[in-house]
């Protein structure tokens, strides 16, 4: 059973729509929650989320987590074509500070 | 800037060869990781260290194994490769209070 889900699997949009995507994570011994962009290249880090409902922001794109739904959301809004990636959600549990990745979001962003 | 590096991008070996994959990492991180990142599975944990000569398995530590001689280097040793070995290769660092930082990834095909 997948600790990390992520949804949608992948999206299409046009330039300009605003985007929302999901993750959700089981309960056990949560430390924390990060998001990261893949394009053709290693993952590159977005956002670490620890407390829940305190939003974090970078320019078009911020993310927010509730811990009582075990979730957190990535908002993109004004996207553009340079914004289509994979966007991978990960959580931390526990010690050891391994990763438990999601299978990611496939967004493409259409001009 | 943290800097990951891996010993290759590109990687084509045969089956039943011996894989050696290399990962330097310059930011004295205590804690190092390798991943396989394949389609519609995500990124999924091979093994990790979280200090020198020690070692942890990941979520598929099968046909894999690991060394940790130097802090700064985490190798990653495929003894006799399979085919279903063909994947990505992610590699990865962190402290203990810091995100996770990873390399540029390499891609090996199995033949």
């Known amino acids: 059973e997948d600790k990390v889900v992520q949804s949608p699997l992948s999206l299409v949009v046009h330039e300009g729509d605003t985007v929302t995507l999901n993750c959700s994570y089981e309960?056990?011994?949560?430390?924390?929650l990060l998001w990261y962009k893949q394009e053709k290249k290693a993952p590159t880090f977005l956002f670490m989320l620890?407390?829940?409902?305190i939003e974090k922001k970078s320019g078009r794109l911020s993310s927010i987590l509730d811990k009582k739904e075990l979730s957190s959301i990535l908002n993109i809004t004004a996207t553009q074509t340079g914004d289509s990636a994979i966007y991978l959600c990960a959580v931390e549990f526990n010690s050891g500070y391994a990763l438990n990745f999601g299978k990611g979001t496939s967004l493409l962003v259409t001009p | 800037d943290v800097k990951v590096t891996q010993s290759s991008r590109y990687l084509v070996k045969r089956t039943g060869e011996k894989v050696f994959l290399e990962c330097v990492q310059d930011m004295d991180h205590e804690n190092m990781f390798w991943y396989r990142q394949d389609p519609g599975l995500g990124l999924r944990l091979i093994y990790f260290?979280?200090?020198?000569?020690?070692?942890e398995k990941g979520d598929i530590p099968e046909g894999y194994s690991v060394s940790r001689e130097k802090k700064e280097r985490f190798s990653l040793i495929l003894e006799s490769a399979s085919t279903n070995q063909t994947s990505m290769y992610l590699c990865?660092?962190?402290?203990?209070?810091?995100?996770?930082?990873f390399g540029p990834g390499t891609r090996l095909t199995v033949l």
């Open positions: 260290s979280y200090d020198v000569k020690m070692k």
């Open positions: 990865a660092s962190r402290s203990a209070t810091d995100t996770q930082y």
């Open positions: 620890t407390s829940s409902g």
């Open positions: 309960v056990t011994n949560f430390r924390s």
